[in-house]
């Protein structure tokens, strides 16, 4: 959550915190929905693979370990079992991270 926070901080520029959003909801079987949206960030036009892991656990039981994420209309969604808020946002920053530099000249 520290790094979303350090990371949040610096996509701040005035205009892009009052158009786009990340959102962290709890969904009903229990677990977690993180979304954010790219709108206008360069990692609107970063490739991301989709990942599902452990997706077909029964509903309802909180013990649980499944995530799954995808980037769809320049939103980066995760969903996850109520122990997966951690590997969620974790799997954003890989992706984030990953960007790197030269990837802005390009």
């Known amino acids: 959550m520290a790094w979303l ?9 005035g205009d892009w915190e009052h158009q786009s959003s990340i959102r962290i ?31 077909d656990v029964p509903n309802g039981d909180p013990t649980q370990r499944w995530h799954m994420c995808w980037v769809d209309e320049c939103c980066f969604t995760g ?8 590997v969620i946002l974790g799997i954003f920053r ?13």
């Open 25 to 55: 909801t709890t969904i009903d079987n229990p677990g977690w929905r993180v979304t954010i949206n790219l709108y206008g960030m360069l990692l609107e036009d970063v490739p991301f693979s989709p990942i599902r892991f452990n997706v």
């Open 94 to 106: 890989e992706w984030a991270e990953a960007k790197t530099p030269e990837d802005d000249e390009g």
């Open 5 to 13: 926070t350090q990371w949040y901080a610096t996509e701040c520029n």
């Open 79 to 86: 969903a996850g079992g109520a122990l997966d808020l951690d």
